[in-house]
């Protein structure tokens, strides 16, 4: 856990393509006396952090005899007194910085119009001002992945950060995942006579057909960019199409294609599709993943979870189903990610994330990996498990302060850096909760 030359953090921002070193230049932070959640290597009672230069330069373990070199007089010594320091979590998934109040269309900018845009691009989107981004980070989210919604393919997402004045700032990786979302496999089969629009309802046959429909649909969009593909790599390329353009990442396995389906017809449907046409999966969603674990394992599949306070769906499974799900598929095999899902209500819920970890850790999840599954999987899914998700030395120096385990809920955020600047924790509900308290009585 030694530190690195800080030339090798320096080189890890440059390689990382962000666009905003800011705070560059800032004082040197040396972290002490605290309890350090490293992510990747375990648990440090009483350990320091050296941050030099926005980077994290060194992870230190006074009980193996590990100490920091000598401080220079512009190191600013931030004495933990045994309180908790974590990495910034990661929020995939996330309808944040898209939408504002769900009920004013002109603040909701989530959904796509059409079956396939895959050269929509999220990130351009993105509301730098909104209300809900304080909300969220003020409880140790630094870093999140705004989705487009569609029918089908609904086009890519970027990794931004939780600070900057404009989306440009905040970006932190551009394309991250491209997104497709499966066709609904189920059939209704509840009789017209118990309908209340018996005339509007189809039959088991159009409901089979239209399926069938969007499924070849989706094949036939892939092997026409397969086409392109080849086109554009031999000696007479043609023009250049944008939607086209923006497959060719996935279909070079340069980023992988987020799947989100959540009933059980679906996934497997899903999983034997992307397999067969060799592209790198993640699902998203995941309510039935628990019931194929060993499916996805084998296939190597992440699955981002967003179910964990879902109801149970079927009237023969148990209250804890979708509380037990993350350890079945943990001991299946698969890497688990906690996410609250990209709708406009769940933007406006990300603040809890933690909280789904938790839930999960109560119902056995070993906690150590819940922290993984908010930080150090998601960025190795995203390809920036170089820069972010641990503390360790060349890593970006984004960390926050708790006065108690991250899987309480009665824990508060005390500080937080992202890429070692300082972040201001006040947000609309803080501003709220000191008007109101001061109010006349």
């Known amino acids: 856990m030694n530190g690195t030359p800080l030339k090798t953090c320096v080189l890890a921002l440059a390689l990382g393509g962000l666009a905003d070193l800011t705070g560059w230049g800032a004082p040197a932070l040396l972290f002490t006396k605290g309890i350090i959640h490293t992510a990747s290597q375990g648990t440090i009672t009483n350990g320091l952090v050296l941050v030099e230069s926005n980077c994290i330069t060194g992870v230190y373990d006074p009980a193996r005899g590990e100490a920091p070199p000598n401080s220079g007089a512009d190191t600013a010594v931030i004495n933990l007194n045994g309180a908790q320091l974590y990495p910034g979590l990661i929020d995939l998934d996330s309808g944040l910085g898209l939408t504002e109040v769900e ?33 969220a980070r003020a409880n140790g989210i630094a870093y999140f992945e705004p989705v487009p919604q569609g029918s089908l393919v609904a086009g890519q997402s970027a990794l931004l950060a939780m600070d900057g004045w404009t989306w440009e700032q905040m970006l932190v990786k551009h394309p991250v995942a491209l997104h497709l979302f499966w066709p609904d496999l189920s059939l209704d089969t509840t009789p017209k006579e118990r309908l209340p629009a018996a005339a509007t309802v189809k039959s088991l046959m159009d409901q089979d057909q239209e399926r069938r429909k969007k499924l070849a649909a989706i094949k036939s969009f892939f092997d026409d960019a397969r086409a392109y593909a080849h086109a554009r790599a031999s000696s007479h390329p043609g023009a250049v199409i944008p939607a086209w353009e923006a497959m060719l990442p996935a279909l070079r396995g340069e980023i992988p294609v987020v799947i989100h389906a959540g009933e059980i017809r679906q996934i497997k449907s899903a999983v034997n599709w992307a397999v067969t046409n060799h592209l790198r999966m993640v699902l998203a969603g995941g309510m039935d993943a628990w019931r194929v674990a060993g499916l996805l394992a084998s296939n190597n599949i992440p699955v981002i979870y967003e179910q964990e306070f879902t109801q149970p769906v079927r009237d023969y499974e148990p209250l804890d189903v979708h509380y037990t799900a993350p350890e079945v598929l943990r001991q299946a095999g698969v890497r688990v990610i906690f996410s609250t899902g990209g709708s406009a209500f769940e933007a406006a819920m990300a603040r809890n994330l933690p909280y789904h970890a938790a839930q999960a850790v109560a119902y056995g999840y070993p906690e150590e990996e819940a922290l993984k599954s908010l930080t150090l999987y998601p960025a190795q899914t995203l390809g920036v498990d170089g820069r972010l998700g641990s503390i360790a030395a060349g890593r970006d120096a984004t960390l ?42």
């Open 103 to 135: 009920a004013v269309r002109a603040t909701d900018d989530l959904n796509e119009v059409g079956d396939f845009t895959p050269d929509v691009e999220s990130w351009i989107a993105v509301n730098p001002d909104s209300e809900l981004l304080p909300v």
């Open 400 to 441: 926050f302060i708790c006065d108690g385990s991250l899987f309480d809920l009665r824990t508060n955020v005390r500080r937080l850096w992202i890429a070692g600047r300082e972040i201001n924790l006040q947000s609309r509900h803080t501003r709220l909760y000191e008007k109101y308290r001061s109010r006349p009585r």
